[in-house]
Structures are given as C-alpha cells and as structure tokens.
C-alpha cells in the first residue's frame, strides 16, 4: 500500500481537507494521513465546506507530525511554506511536493468572505489531488 502525508501548519484545515479529499478520490490503494508542525485543532470551516461537496472530515483531529510515517511514506506533500520550512528531513526515497496554498483561517472580512476563502481552498486541493501524477 501506498503512503501519503498532507502537511500544514496547524493540521486544522488545508491538511484535513487534503486528507478527506485523498481518503476519498484515492481509494484503498493509499493509505492518507494528515498533521501539522503545531496542532491548532479541526477548524469548523473546514468542516462545513467539506461537507458541502459531501466529504465528511468531522471525525478527524489535529496531530503533530509523526516522523515513523513521515519517512515510511511515498509522497509527503507540504501545503504552505511553514511546513515545508519545518518538515524534518526524509529519506531520499520519499518524494516531496509542496503546494502553496493560501491559509484560509487567516481570511478577514465577513463570514461569507471567510467561507468564500474557505471554498477557494477547498476546491484547489481537490484539483491538485485529481490532477497530480504522484498520487496516481
């Protein structure tokens, strides 16, 4: 079985949403895992925008990197620059991606405007999951 490990900051939004999406568009061939160089608990937002494109990530929690799996898995793909600047190092057989994404729980403005950034997010990494040779 594949490994795979979503990477952010606070493991409470970018990552978890990766990883539902992964759980979901990848199938049992990989086994998905998310965390964070902190733990910031499961951001609501993340929740509800999950939700809404019918992927439920409610039961996951905020965890800190676990270099066991870290250096055990295929792919480790870093969702912001933190991350990839803290990610302890990995073996050379571990390929490493990084995506810049924008950290959605920073968004100002209205909750609409906060939402809005939240989908925008959401609807990235779905792309990137879809569209990415190394998860193939």
């Known amino acids: 079985m594949k490994r795979v490990y979503f990477l952010c900051t606070g493991n409470s939004c970018r990552s978890q949403m990766a990883e539902g999406f992964a759980r979901t568009l990848l199938g049992s061939e990989w086994e998905v895992q998310s965390a964070g160089v902190e733990t910031h608990g499961l951001n609501p937002m993340a929740v509800q925008v999950m939700s809404e494109v019918g992927i439920d990530i409610s039961n996951q929690y905020s965890k800190l990197i676990d270099t066991d799996y870290l250096n055990s898995c295929d792919v480790v793909v870093t969702l912001c620059g933190d991350a990839r600047d803290k990610c302890p190092m990995t073996p050379p057989q571990v390929k490493r991606v990084h995506w810049p994404l924008a950290d ?33």
Do not use: C, W
């Open 104 to 136: 959605p729980a920073q968004a100002t403005g209205s909750e609409a405007d906060k939402l809005r950034a939240f989908r925008d997010v959401r609807d990235d990494i779905q792309q990137r999951i879809q569209n990415s040779e190394l998860l193939k």
